[in-house]
């Protein structure tokens, strides 16, 4: 398997659900003792599996590209509604 970019969606009774990215339509959910490291909901990956262990990547700047367009967003809708 090559790695692939996905978005971290949400953790739920220790699996972590991610959407592929960037349609966001397709899931992979993964068992968490089975990544290799640590993530946060709204993290940008690259997921390559290697012998049924996940590695992931951070993508720490489109990550963080992406917080900020979503606090953009939240900080315009906010400004609308006062």
């Not at 959407?19 to 993964?30: A, R, S, V, W």
């Not at 290799?36 to 599996?49: A, C, F, H, W, Y």
């Not at 700047?61 to 992406?66: A, G, P």
Request: hydrophobic share 35%; aromatic share 6%.
């Amino acid at each position: 398997m090559s790695s692939t970019k996905y978005t971290l969606d949400r953790i739920e009774d220790g699996y972590a659900v991610f959407l592929k990215y960037p349609e966001e339509e397709e899931q992979l959910i993964i068992l968490q003792s089975a990544m290799n490291k640590t993530v946060q909901v709204g993290d940008r990956v690259l997921i390559e599996e290697i012998d049924g262990i996940y590695q992931i990547e951070i993508l720490k700047e489109e990550t963080e590209q992406k917080k900020a367009e979503i606090q953009s967003l939240m900080d315009r809708l906010r400004k609308k509604n006062q």
